[in-house]
């Protein structure tokens, strides 16, 4: 059979199947801090993102886009900590907010999480801790030692124990071609480090047999020179009381392929106390942390796992290697003792792992301990061992029963106590042994000791023991039921101690449902109080736990109407529909018994679904008619109810009307006033008020007045009337006011109110005829109807409150008033007088329009002169004297011009018809600029407009009379230019007047303006900005006189006339003013730039002979390429300031002799290192070398590298090396040289350089001129550069040259700086052009090949032979058997192919192998089966053989395998057997192994044709337990032996007296005598006896009877016996008194019956085995027993 594995191996996730880039799969970018989370960092694309996979859902990763140099995931909980260069911050994901942040001083080199809320950090000098907790800081530990500061020291992890008391840091470096393990071990209690050599290391609590506490173990491992070690110490001192754990140093195996593997990684499982220590090679080790014993060791990863965790589900180890694999390894706890046993050979170490991790495989080593303590009578060793004994197998009542049947030794405590002793040391008793203990403890009253026990949990509890506890103590049984869980007995417990309140609660936890109603029952007898208070438990939840009927019919039966009452309000308070009845039922009891708690109930609204109806009545019967009214629906029974107003609650009643639809409440209003309006007016009216709105104020309104009660309807609209909009509303108020006689109230709700209609309450008003007309007064006033109020008081003899009105009430209204009074004729003198009374408190300006309207102002006079004679200023006032004065013509012009006060557009307007000039006069002194405009025009006043405008100086007035609508604008420029601005001597007058000349556009008529102001001699003609704007106007309007105005005029701004006059194309003019005024500079500008006339600029250059004017044309003949006269210019002008410009001309028109010149003249000038530049530049251009060669010996500002790039881009190489070599170029020096063909001077100038794109360059070269020996020279300087390698062969192989290209390769590839690419390119190049060669060159260099590029360059050149040998060193072990198997001709060799095809990861490939030898090799295919054998699936390899119908081609793989017990295996190797006729194999073959099909073979074998065949049927039918189908096989054959050993094995006794039955049918008397000695135990007496007697055969069944006689009497015997010992121990044990036994510490005695009693005397006793019976000793003649006839 295979072998078992100690270990469970088991791949989780494959990180790239999740989308990880196998390059971030390593320890820089990959973290794992526990078995929760794996975070890995990304970058994709330009963007950075850290990836957080949570192993609990791999399949859904997290990707956040975080910019990270390092992130760690909490071991707990979604909290990552990020590092940004110094930067630390730790972010909680889920709420999405940063917890901490900090500023380390130093780069943190190594960090990680110690625990779930502690970072360590690992920086260049130290190391420290950092809490999450708080605004703590990173808390220095300890400096790191000088063996873990080196360079080329890389730390690789971090650890700490339990107590975070030893601290341990780890790295690693590389030495003397070997890895090198440090660690650094640290006491913070002592504060001292030691430094270890070491690689993997863990810390762990461990707790030693005998020991109080638990000690701290450090594990460490190191491969060093001499090979592996396995450290386990204790560190510190150990506990008091504590045993020193004792050192461990084993040794770690490395297997010889893997010479330079090391350990990487430790964990130790807290679970078995196992360590698991990772290699870097993927090996495994198992140790055991007591003893160090090696358990397991094997590879499991074929890539380093480079980080690993603690796999908390299976306290196993949890790591992932370069592949993205997450794989775990953990102790099979099926198996692992079992290997231990069988495979370590170590059963200490088996029965030391199975006690102390309680895991099974070591039953039978335990039991045959046991047994053989026991034997030797060592009973207390025997108890420990049942103790420890893991999962109970030796804690039965068969054990029990064993120390039981032993005799107590005197003066030793018995065995079975000791038993029990150790077993309560050990922890708690199971079920039987508590039992049995308890029994003698109860028996003697020490209670005491069980209530000990108990309480510490030595006991298992069960219902047994707490019916046996309950005969002593119920209490104590209690809590023996409840902790076995025995809810019936419990709640019986409960109730018998009066302990209700507990047997709900315990109900619910436990889940178990009693009869309440008959506990409830029970309890009402004992206490209603408490009887209450078990109900409301009983109702306390959603479901009740009892029926709440039969709750209450229980309180009914007692009476207890209060108890019923507070639980029903208790159990009902949900309200809920089907609990209806119960409400209707509280409510009834309660209002026949105790109406104050019904109305109580009621006024709280807790319920709602009761008989409403129903209740209504009881409580009208009760007096309750509130709770009457709120519950009937009827309104006849509403009407009958609401009328007893007085017995009712006022506020209550009128908001219970909001209750009521709108036809009911009114009629309910109505019946009350029907029934006494006297008392219940005022609650009709407080109903009325609140619900006017929904009943309608209009049907409110009406129902009053149907009773004719104005009181009511007063006091009703008056407390709405204020709030109201209703016009009728307010009337009908007013109304009933009056008809009540408030008067006051009706005067203030015409002066307040706005919503009634006034016409309608005027008319009403007069018709009411008040005494008091002051409420018509305010409505008239209010609504201007003061002219009907003055008719109607005038007409009525009421004039005394005319000037009631306008003396108090609005003295405003005065103008209507007077207006009104002029209307009825009243006389002039009460008009006046009238009007004289009121001073100054109404509008001058209504009252003027008022009696204007009627003509007859004038009797306003004397008020108006009396109002200016008291010193009025008001305008109205003057307004009205000016009109008077202008009608009676009282000298006006004098009033209009020195008056202060009218106001000048009233006064104007008034005059307009009667005359313009006096309306000219009012418009002018009030400035109204329209009104004047526009009544000179119309009477054609233009040179009083024009005086006015040039006065007025606005430029929106100018504007308005100067556009082109004015159909006036010619007659008033004539006046403006003719009259007003001759006249005028004001400069502001002219300047506003010639802006709104040109703001209006009118040019023409500008110049016109302007000529006559400047040209003719006046004030204004040497005013520099009016000839400024004549010339501007000449040249917008009219350009033939700009030239005679710029001849003529001399005091203008020059320089901007002429820029004006170039921005107008006027060139010649503009050159005129800057040639009058001699400014040179822009004169030649206007020639240049506008004129465009180079030789008129040459020649007024030469007459005025400036630079600046030199300077100017040299720049204009520059830009027109005219560049050897520029360059004469510039000369002449002595001006460097545009070398640039010259240089880039002078470049691109090839003058470089002019340049020449010009740089000379400007380096004289200017120190530029660009001038220097160019010249030298210029130099070369020219071919004057000797001169270049000078001036750059000499001292100069040139940029020689930079003209030396330009030389060679334009090609001029002699050029080029001067100045390279001048300045030690030697990598552009070795460029040009190889231009100029001088190869071996560019191989000297590149080895100068040493520059590797020099080398390229030369060595392409010297390729290209096929100078191979100096290109193999430079390309040995550039092979040795992996990134160069490529091209170098490409160039190469583009131009044919593959000898030299490999020449140069085996030349390079003894250099020191050889690298993998050459060899790789090497073997690239050999799988091209010579592959004969390839296989030498790789089995030389295969380590230091790129394998999967050499791979494709192998499989693309069809060398099958060499791309199996890269598959097979690369591990790709699937390709290598699939390429063998694809192209078996070239790659197939049988050692190989057997050797590389046990190590592929695809069992596929193994069935592909098998039809591949089917089909090829099939004499083989046994030697490959033989190979294959440890890995595959015999069942299916049996299978695939049996297809290809080859199954006898196999045997001896069959026959190898048999030993595994495979089903399939067995059955085809048995089927060969048959067919083969080896019943011998067949036999020995199910003998061996079983299984296979038993039914289905001995079906098969029953109907073959060889007797042997058929009798193994038989036997196989026998083992199946088919009976009677062997015995009936085996009659059928004769085999008489098989048919009664078969018989007698079946312990039927129908089918042996069967067989015997049939023996005698077919005469074989011997075989009758045989089978009665076969199947003695079996048989019958009586049945035999009768046989032997009807067939004559007594002498053969004589023996039998014989015996069966013995028998019997023997057990006769034996009873009596026991019988007597039985009567003999019960009379010593009465007579004997009692025992006290035991061990004193546990302070147990037993009495009578302690023991268990032995069984009667023969009582199921049996002949033994192999022994014949007494009184046969021999058979009958001629007979074998067992056997068939002789």
């Known amino acids: 059979m295979a072998q078992v594995l100690p270990i469970k191996f088991q791949e989780h996730l494959q990180l790239q199947n999740v989308g990880i880039n196998p390059a971030n799969i390593g320890f820089a970018s990959l973290t794992l801090e526990s078995d929760k989370f794996i975070c890995v960092r990304e970058k994709v694309g330009e963007q950075s993102q850290v990836v957080i996979i949570d192993l609990a859902n791999a399949s859904n990763p997290t990707r956040r886009p975080i910019s990270a140099d390092s992130a760690i995931m909490n071991p707990a909980s979604r909290v990552i900590a990020l590092k940004a260069g110094r930067t630390l911050q730790i972010f909680n994901i889920e709420m999405k907010s940063k917890m901490k942040s900090h500023e380390m001083g130093e780069e943190v080199v190594f960090w990680k999480w110690i625990s779930v809320n502690t970072v360590a950090l690992v920086t260049e000098t130290s190391v420290y801790h950092w809490s999450m907790e708080g605004d703590s800081q990173p808390l220095k530990k300890f400096d790191r030692h000088s063996s873990l ?276 040391e050990q922890g708690q008793l199971n079920k039987y042994e508590s039992l049995e203990l308890c029994r003698p403890v109860l028996q003697q009253g020490k209670k005491q000791l069980l209530e000990k026990w108990l309480k510490e949990d030595k006991l298992e509890c069960g219902e047994e023991l707490g019916d046996l506890v309950k005969q002593v103590d119920p209490t104590l049984a209690l809590s023996v039921y409840l902790r076995a869980n025995v809810p019936n007995k419990v709640i019986q417990c409960f109730a018998e101690t009066g302990q209700f309140q507990k047997i709900v609660l315990y109900a619910k936890k436990v889940g178990f449902s009693p009869d309440y109603v008959f506990l409830l029952r029970n309890v009402m007898r004992i206490n209603a109080e408490q009887g209450l208070g078990f109900a409301n438990m009983l109702v306390q939840d959603e479901q009740p736990l009892a029926d709440l009927n039969s709750i209450v019919d229980v309180f009914m039966e007692f009476s207890l109407i209060q108890q019923c009452t507070s639980f029903l309000l208790d159990a009902l308070k949900n309200n809920r529909p089907a609990e209806g009845h119960l409400q209707t039922r509280l409510l009834e009891m309660n209002l026949m018994q105790a109406p104050q708690v019904a109305d109580a109930i009621l006024g709280n609204q807790m319920f709602t679904h009761y008989d409403r109806a129903h209740v209504a009545q009881l409580c009208e019967q009760a007096g309750l008619l509130q709770r009457a009214l709120e519950h009937y629906t009827d309104l006849f029974d509403i009407k009958r109810a609401i009328v007893h107003t007085h017995m009712l609650n006022p506020e209550w009643l009128v908001n219970y009307f909001g209750s009521l639809s709108v036809e009911d409440s009114i009629e309910c209003i109505r019946a009350m006033l029907q029934a006494n309006i006297r008392q219940n007016l005022q609650i009709c009216v407080q109903v009325a008020t609140k619900y006017h709105e929904q009943l309608t104020t209009a049907a409110l309104i009406e129902l009053f007045e149907s009773f004719k009660s104005f009181e009511g309807l007063f006091y009703f609209l008056g407390s709405i009337v204020n709030f109201s909009q209703e016009s009728d509303v307010h009337f009908k108020y007013i109304q009933a006011a009056c008809k009540t006689g408030q008067v006051k109230e009706v005067e203030r709700i015409c002066r307040e109110s706005n919503c009634y209609d006034p016409d309608r309450v005027k008319n009403f008003l007069k018709e009411a005829r008040l005494t008091d007309q002051l409420p018509l007064i305010i409505v008239c006033d209010r609504f201007d109807f003061v002219h009907d109020l003055v008719l109607y008081l005038y007409k009525n003899n009421l004039q005394k409150y005319i000037e009631i009105y306008v003396q108090k009430v609005n003295p405003s209204r005065l103008p209507v008033v007077a207006g009104g009074l002029l209307d009825v004729d009243c006389a002039e003198d009460v008009i006046k007088q ?244 001699e400014v040179n500079t822009s004169a030649v500008e206007v020639l240049i730039e506008h004129v465009h006339n180079l030789d008129r600029a040459y020649e007024f250059a030469e007459r005025c002979n400036e630079p600046a004017v030199w300077s100017l044309l040299a720049k204009a003949q520059l830009d027109s390429l005219l560049v050897k006269e520029a360059v004469d210019s510039y000369i002449k002008a002595d001006d460097p300031s545009a070398y640039v410009e010259v240089i880039e001309a002078a470049k691109t028109s090839g003058n470089f002799e002019e340049l020449v010149k010009y740089l000379q003249m400007a380096r004289k000038k200017a120190k530029e290192s660009s001038i220097d530049t160019e010249l030298v530049f210029a130099y070369a251009m020219t071919g004057r070398l000797a001169e270049l060669e000078e001036f750059i010996s000499g001292p100069n500002h040139a940029q020689i590298q930079q003209v030396g790039d330009r030389c060679y881009d334009e090609k001029m190489y002699e050029a080029a090396k001067i100045l390279f070599n001048n300045i030690s170029n030697f990598a552009r020096l070795a460029s040009a040289q190889v231009h100029l063909g001088e190869y071996q001077n560019a191989v000297d100038s590149a080895r100068k350089a040493n520059s590797t794109r020099t080398w390229k360059e030369v060595c392409f070269a010297c390729v290209d001129g096929e100078e191979f020996r100096l290109a193999q020279m430079c390309g040995l300087h550039i092979v040795v550069h992996a990134d160069e390698l490529n091209e170098l062969i490409a160039y190469y192989e583009n131009r044919g040259y593959f000898e030299e290209i490999i020449s140069l390769l085996e030349a390079a590839l003894g250099l020191e700086r050889a690298h993998m690419g050459m060899f790789t390119e090497l073997s690239i190049l050999y799988s091209k ?355 068939g006839p002789m």
């Open 1329 to 1683: 052009y010579k592959p004969h060669k390839m296989r030498e060159h790789l089995e030389l260099f295969w380590s230091r090949v790129n394998i999967p590029k050499v791979l494709r360059a192998a499989e693309q050149a069809h060398l099958w032979a060499e791309l199996v040998f890269l598959y097979d060193k690369y591990e790709e072990f699937d390709n290598a058997i699939g390429t063998m198997m694809s192209h078996p001709t070239d790659a197939w060799k049988e050692a190989q192919f057997k050797d590389i095809v046990t190590k592929v990861a695809n069992i596929e490939i193994y069935y592909r192998a098998l039809q591949f030898y089917l089909d090829n090799k099939p004499m083989l295919i046994n030697d490959l089966l033989l190979v294959l054998s440890p890995r595959l699936d015999h069942t299916r390899a049996v299978s695939f053989f049996v297809r290809a119908n080859q199954l006898p081609l196999v045997k001896p793989y069959l026959r190898s395998v048999q030993n595994l017990n495979n089903k399939a295996v067995n059955e085809a190797l048995n089927g060969l057997l048959i067919d083969e006729e080896d019943y011998q194999g067949v036999r020995n073959s199910i003998d061996a192994f079983d299984n296979f099909d038993n039914i289905a073979l001995a079906q098969r074998l029953e109907r073959h044709d060889l007797l042997e065949f058929r009798r193994i049927g038989a036997y196989l039918y026998k083992g199946n337990n088919r009976w009677k189908q062997s015995v009936e096989l085996c009659k059928k054959d004769r085999l008489y032996r098989d048919a009664m050993t078969y018989s007698s094995e079946s312990r039927d006794p129908a089918i042996a007296e069967d067989l015997i039955a049939w023996f005698l049918d077919i005469g074989n008397r011997e075989c009758f005598a045989a089978c009665l000695f076969q199947c003695y135990d079996l048989l019958h007496p009586d049945v035999i006896l009768e046989l032997a007697w009807r067939h004559n055969i007594m002498d053969f069944a004589m023996p039998y009877i014989i015996q069966v006689l013995r028998e019997y009497t023997t057990k006769v015997d034996r009873l009596q016996v026991a019988d007597k010992e039985r009567e003999e121990e019960r009379e010593k044990q009465e007579n004997q008194p009692s025992i006290v036994y035991g061990e004193p510490q546990l302070m147990i005695t037993s009495g009578p019956g302690m023991g268990m009693m032995p069984p009667p005397p023969g009582a199921g006793m049996m002949p033994p085995p192999g022994m014949g019976q007494p009184g046969f000793q021999g058979a009958a003649p001629g007979f074998q027993p067992g056997y």
């Open 149 to 424: 500061m080196g360079p080329g020291c890389q730390i690789i992890n971090y650890r700490v124990d339990k107590a975070q008391k030893w601290l341990l840091l780890i790295g690693i470096s590389a030495q003397q071609n070997r890895v090198v393990g440090a660690m650094q071990l640290f006491s913070v209690d002592r504060q001292v480090s030691q430094p270890i050599e070491g690689h993997a290391a863990a810390f762990a609590q461990f707790k030693m047999d005998g020991n109080a506490t638990e000690s701290t173990i450090f594990a460490f491992a190191v491969r060093s020179p001499q090979g592996g070690k396995l450290h386990v110490i204790e560190v510190g001192q150990p506990a008091a009381g504590n045993q020193p754990f004792q050192k461990k140093a084993v040794d770690v195996f490395f297997p010889p392929e893997a010479q330079n593997d090391f350990p990487v990684a430790m964990q130790i499982s807290d679970r078995y106390n196992v360590i698991f220590l990772i290699t870097k090679y993927g090996y495994v080790h198992l140790y055991d942390l007591e003893t160090g014993v090696c358990i397991y060791m094997n590879r499991i990863s074929s890539d380093t796992i480079f980080v690993t965790a603690s796999h908390d589900a299976t306290s196993g180890i949890i790591g992932v290697n370069r592949k993205g694999q997450v794989l775990t390894v953990s102790v099979d706890e099926a198996n692992i003792v079992s290997y231990i046993t069988s495979v370590l050979q170590n059963p200490d170490l088996a029965l030391r792992m199975a006690v102390r991790n309680n895991l099974p495989g070591a039953e039978e080593l335990f039991v045959r301990k046991f047994n053989m303590l026991f034997q030797q009578m060592q009973y207390a060793e025997a108890a420990r061992v049942a103790a420890k004994a893991p999962r109970g197998i030796l804690r039965t009542s068969q054990t029990i029963q064993r120390f039981q049947a032993l005799p107590a030794q005197p003066g030793q405590t018995a065995p079975l106590l000791q038993y029990f002793g150790i077993l309560l």
């Open 834 to 1077: 009238l009007i004289m009374t009121v001073r100054g408190q109404f509008s001058t300006d209504e009252l003027v329009e008022e009696v204007e309207k009627r003509n007859r102002l004038k009797i306003l006079l004397p008020w108006l002169e009396a109002r200016i004679h008291d010193g009025s200023t008001e305008p109205a006032t003057h307004n009205a004297l000016a009109k008077i004065y202008i009608d009676s013509n009282n000298n006006p012009e004098r009033f209009l011009r020195e008056n202060q006060y009218y106001d000048s557009r009233v006064v104007g307007r008034y005059c307009e018809k009667r005359d313009p000039h006096m309306a000219c006069i009012a418009y002018e002194r009030g400035q109204c600029d329209e009104e004047l405009i526009l009544v000179c025009n119309e009477n054609s006043l233009f040179k009083s407009e024009a005086r006015y405008l040039v006065k007025r100086r606005d430029a929106d007035l100018w504007a308005s009379v100067l556009t082109d609508e004015n159909a006036f604008r010619r007659q008033l420029i004539d006046q403006v230019v003719q009259t007003a601005l001759t006249e005028t001597q004001d400069p502001d007058d002219v300047s506003v007047t010639v802006k709104a000349f040109m703001t209006a556009d009118l040019p023409n008529e500008l110049i016109e303006l302007l000529e006559k102001i400047v040209l003719e001699n006046t004030l204004f003609s040497e005013h520099r900005n009016l000839q400024n704007l004549l010339i501007l106007t000449a040249i917008k309007a009219d350009r033939t006189r700009v030239m005679e105005y710029i001849t003529r005029l001399d005091n203008y701004d020059a320089p901007d006339i002429a820029n004006i006059a170039i921005s107008s194309e006027l060139y010649e003019e503009a050159f005129a003013i800057f040639k009058k005024f």
